[in-house]
C-alpha cells in the first residue's frame, strides 16, 4: 500500500463478514430448536456458521487494523516531514509553482 488514500481490504472484508456473522447468528440462535435443523442432524447451521463468519471478520478487522497502525502509528503524515516531501517542496520553490 501506499500513498494515503490507500485502504486495506482486509477492514471492508472483515466488516462484511463480521455483519453477517452477527445477522446469520442471531437468526441461528432465534431458531434454536426449530424443526428445520431435523434435516441437518439437530445441526443449528446457522449458529455455526454465523460464529465461523464473525470470528473471520474479526480476525481481518484485527489484522487490517494492525497494519494501518503500523503504517501510519500517529495518523497522516505530513508531506513536509518525509525527505520526498522536503524535496517536493524544495523544487516546487525552484521552479516557481508555490511562493
Known sequence: MSGAA??????????L???????????GIATNGNAMYETSLDININLWWGIVM???GLIMLA??????RR?????????ADSPMGRATESREHTT????
Open 6 to 15: 490507500s485502504l486495506d481490504l482486509r477492514l471492508p472484508i472483515g466488516g
Open 54 to 56: 464473525l470470528v473471520v
Open 96 to 99: 516557481g509553482l508555490e511562493s
Open 17 to 27: 463478514f463480521t455483519a453477517l456473522g452477527i445477522v446469520i447468528g442471531g437468526y
Open 63 to 68: 489484522m487490517g487494523m494492525r497494519a494501518t
Open 71 to 79: 503504517h501510519h502509528p500517529s495518523g497522516a503524515v505530513e508531506a
